[in-house]
């Protein structure tokens, strides 16, 4: 019997539910998913970046076996493999002679663009699916119609509204929509109290084969592998759900803003990889959460918080992705001109929080959002980096990275190079902020008062010189006058040697080059 379908599935699509299966036949359909070097490869991937994907596509392509589908599975030590999904696609195609191909809407422009062009030389219609984990792009670009800006808290209404999530009586469940202001707290002189770690899930058989495979063709990529303990299937990421719930998501809202040194995870879920990834519903994380709080095992702030990330904040960077691209990769408002400096990728610099983020990023793949935002995307936001630069240092190093999650939340959230299609204003704060929530600057050898001298916090000096040097982009911008009017009180004195301290700051990030850059 001929072939009809040949359903292709990434490596960010490990969904039995997706629309692709919808009307798969046994008989008549067939699966295809590839491990190409050209996808591990164009641009440097943390070791446990690339053991997740494949790990996690391995337990898929077994999981819809034990289903009774015919997977045709193309490993990237097989000796036939082609190298990219393009001559992949070719090869299977002329094989096995499909009808047509069907694809779930995939996570990554470049990538759909390919596949397209592929099946178009290919002479294959190819049927391009709904993601069902999302709200439609047709459906983001509906609400967005109309609208002078776009901005989070507005979709994030909209979406509680439409999905009926925290609701009461058509009013915000709490009389309010955002506990955000509840949730800043730091941990103070009283230090940390005993947080459970995330559940760990030990490498199985087939995780550590793909270890083995990471660690032969890899050997150059950065991070390592001695800490890998990520789910890998469905059921281990409804486990990983099941924890955060039990042990977290109670003091999650307090603390979520929060930093402590040598603590990567503190109260945060660490579920990004296993929903990007599409082991986990976002609607099944969403309906735990309001459980807790129906059930009085986690307070409202908390459990708003939770939502607002999942519910809001995935959804509104997704729309954005596919209603900007591809352009918004190009996009750089700020004119900023340089490279992440090698210590990014290797943390060794003397600035305490640096170090401290950049090898949790070494040793789990992983850091919270305000580490992520107001630690290392600060940093580079004043240092001045390209914002694609960031982005795709951001892909390289996080284990959870996706292209249509990383790049606004890198370019337009991060590093404000859309100009504010994101983000209102640039997250532009000193070293104060992070001293104001974390414990990162008790031991570092730099004061975050200071703005110069051989002593003075790079953050604090390069904000300063941050607000100069953008000062007719940010005279507009509402919520920045306060800060250039703060820039403006100091003397000419002292404006003078800020500046001088900043350019030998960045002179000396420009002059370091990594290996991965």
């Not at 995939?106 to 049927?127: I, Y």
């Not at 170090?355 to 600060?378: E, S």
């Amino acid at each position: 019997m001929s072939l009809r379908n040949l359903v292709v599935v990434l490596g960010d699509q490990l969904d039995p539910d997706a629309a692709v299966f919808d009307d798969f036949d046994r008989q008549q359909d067939a699966v295809l998913m590839m491990e190409v070097a050209e996808e591990a490869t164009y641009i440097p991937q943390h070791r446990i970046r690339l053991t997740l994907f494949f790990s996690a596509m391995r337990h898929f392509r077994d999981a819809l076996r034990t289903n009774g589908m015919t997977v045709h599975y193309c490993g990237l030590e097989d000796t036939d493999n082609r190298g990219s999904f393009a001559k992949e696609l070719e090869r299977r195609v002329q094989k096995l002679q499909p009808e047509r191909l069907k694809l779930t809407k995939p996570g990554d422009h470049r990538v759909e663009q390919g596949l397209v062009e592929s099946a178009h030389s290919l002479g294959r219609r190819l049927d391009i699916l709904p993601d069902r984990h999302f709200s439609s792009p047709e459906a983001f670009d509906s609400f967005a119609e109309g609208r002078k800006a776009l901005r989070l808290e507005t979709f994030y209404r909209h979406m509680r509204r439409e999905h009926d999530v925290l609701m009461s009586d058509g009013k915000p469940e709490g009389g309010q929509w955002n506990f955000d202001k509840d949730n800043r707290e730091t941990f103070g002189k009283g230090g940390l109290p005993r947080i459970p770690r995330p559940r760990a899930f030990p490498p199985d058989a087939i995780t550590q084969e793909v270890m083995g495979m990471v660690a032969r063709r890899f050997p150059d990529s950065p991070g390592t592998l001695n800490a890998f303990d990520y789910p890998v299937t469905r059921e281990d990421a409804r486990l990983a759900l099941d924890d955060f719930i039990e042990h977290r998501l109670g003091a999650f809202g307090r603390y979520q803003d929060a930093m402590a040194s040598g603590e990567p995870y503190l109260y945060h879920s660490r579920l990004s990889c296993v929903l990007n990834l599409h082991l986990l519903n976002p609607r099944d994380a969403i309906s735990a959460a309001l459980e807790a709080y129906r059930a009085g095992d986690a307070p409202l702030n908390a459990v708003e918080g939770f939502v607002r990330q999942v519910l809001g904040w995935r959804e509104f960077v997704r729309g954005i992705y596919w209603r900007e691209m591809p352009d918004y990769a190009e996009l750089n408002e700020l004119e900023a001109d340089l490279e992440m400096p090698a210590f990014m990728w290797t943390g060794e610099t003397k600035m305490a929080c640096v170090h401290d983020a950049v090898q949790q990023l070494h040793d789990h793949g992983y850091a919270h959002h305000i580490q992520r935002l107001m630690v290392l995307g600060l940093f580079a936001l004043l240092l001045g980096v390209r914002p694609y630069a960031v982005h795709r240092w951001h892909m390289s190093m996080y284990a959870d990275a996706v292209d249509w999650v990383s790049l606004p939340n890198v370019v337009g959230m991060s590093q404000y190079g859309d100009g504010g299609i994101v983000g209102s204003k640039p997250y532009a704060a000193s070293g104060n902020y992070i001293d104001r929530m974390s414990d990162y600057c008790a031991g570092c050898r730099y004061d975050p008062r200071k703005a110069s001298g051989d002593d003075a916090c790079p953050f604090t000096t390069l904000y300063w010189d941050f607000l100069s040097r953008n000062r007719k982009r940010l005279k507009g911008l509402r919520h920045m006058g306060y800060q250039l009017a703060n820039l403006d009180r100091k003397e000419p004195i002292e404006r003078k040697a800020i500046l001088e301290r900043a350019e030998a700051l960045k002179e000396a990030a420009a002059a370091t080059k990594s290996a991965w850059s």
